[in-house]
């Protein structure tokens, strides 16, 4: 019988959907490749033939695992929950279950697509202010929720998707300079979350295509 082959990941190491995927992986403890899709790089590679045929959206990420190639990072996510054995990414009570779909829907839908590069190269001169706004305005949201929500973790004590989202999030926040302390509940999970092992692996500083200025 032939070994299953890895899944491949497609992605860029700034990424936070991409990062996402990466975080998913590492909790799970399956191994798999990365093919670099540098969003800059020849006015973005992302919008080559090759990688349209992969994900018709031209965005990152897009997972080739089973047999089959996914993008979005929470469909991939999803799919690798209900497919591959570890610890379980979405909780079993279909209350906790929701609020995991609710603050992963919020970040994912409701902040990061208006700061993403495709959105901010569109932006011009003002991109910092329109990223500030837009992250405060959905921190504000996501902060009451996860004060709400939140044990050890987003939702309760058990990691979820939820955390999978908050932490790239975070990360994108601080690049925009957003002042993090505004956000208590935010702040300390994201302290939390980014001493474990499965989103320092992952962490865009020490990935295979990280610029040699920004490794570590």
Not at 35 to 64: C, E, H, R, W
Not at 112 to 136: C, D, M, R, S, T
Not at 180 to 208: D, G, M, W, Y
Request: glycine content about 6%.
């Amino acid at each position: 019988m032939a070994a299953q082959t890895k899944p491949v990941l497609y992605g860029y190491f700034r990424s936070s959907c991409s990062w996402r995927v990466r975080i998913a992986f590492a909790l799970k403890g399956i191994e798999y490749d990365q093919v670099p899709v540098n969003l800059i790089k020849d006015g973005g590679q992302q919008f080559t033939d090759q990688y349209k045929a992969l994900n018709p959206m031209q965005q990152v990420p897009a997972v080739s695992i089973d047999g089959i190639t996914l993008s979005q990072s929470l469909a991939i996510i999803q799919y690798i929950d209900e497919t591959q054995p570890g610890p379980r990414l979405l909780p079993a009570d279909p209350k906790q279950r929701a609020q995991v779909r609710m603050i992963c829907d919020l970040i994912a839908s409701g902040i990061q697509p208006l700061q993403n590069l495709y959105v901010i190269q569109k932006i011009g001169a003002e991109k910092v202010q329109w990223a500030q706004h837009f992250i405060n305005r959905g921190f504000e949201a996501l902060e009451p929720i996860l004060k709400q929500t939140a044990g050890t973790y987003c939702v309760g004590n058990e990691i979820s998707m939820a955390d999978i989202c908050l932490v790239p999030q975070v990360h994108n926040a601080e690049r925009f300079k957003v002042d993090i302390n505004q956000f208590p509940t935010i702040k300390r999970l994201n302290q939390t979350l980014i001493e474990l092992e499965a989103f320092k692996v992952s962490h865009p500083s020490c990935q295979p295509d990280t610029p040699d200025d920004l490794h570590t």
